[in-house]
């Protein structure tokens, strides 16, 4: 089965589940990230300043080994989770890895890198998620 969401195709695995919405896969990529310590998390909810995605997941790591890790364990609940992963970049430097779930885009920084990128201050006029419910205090 094939979705349709924001003008673009999104596939996944339906056979035995339906089809999730995106705060679901938002979801299931924190707990992951939970999961290998990812420090900062911060969810951008993205459906009234662009189109490009419904949320933007952004949090940072202290090294390339566990920014790979992170990547690795997100990628890995999309797969058993049954959500097709349209790209990942950036997995050979590991300073930044970008993960395009669709309407879920993740980005995992080394602390450096996001402080230079500042994604939050680009897109500021997105509001946070409350991401409370996902991750440990």
């Not at 951008?44 to 997941?57: E, G, I, N, W």
């Not at 999309?78 to 430097?93: C, H, I, L, Q, S």
């Not at 897109?123 to 998620?129: I, Y």
Request: charged letters at 30%.
């Amino acid at each position: 089965m094939t979705l349709i969401t924001r003008g673009f195709p999104v596939s996944c695995k339906c056979e035995r589940r339906k089809c999730m919405e995106s705060k679901e896969i938002l979801e299931i990529a924190v707990k992951a990230a939970e999961n290998k310590r990812a420090e900062d998390l911060t969810a951008l909810d993205m459906t009234k300043v662009s189109l490009m995605a419904d949320y933007f997941l952004i949090m940072e790591a202290n090294s390339s080994r566990q920014i790979q890790a992170i990547a690795d364990e997100i990628t890995d609940q999309m797969a058993a989770n049954g959500v097709k992963m349209r790209d990942v970049e950036g997995k050979n430097e590991a300073n930044w890895i970008l993960i395009d779930l669709g309407d879920v885009v993740v980005h995992v920084f080394q602390k450096e890198q996001r402080s230079h990128y500042n994604l939050e201050k680009l897109w500021s006029d997105a509001p946070t998620v409350d991401l409370g419910q996902w991750v440990e205090a």
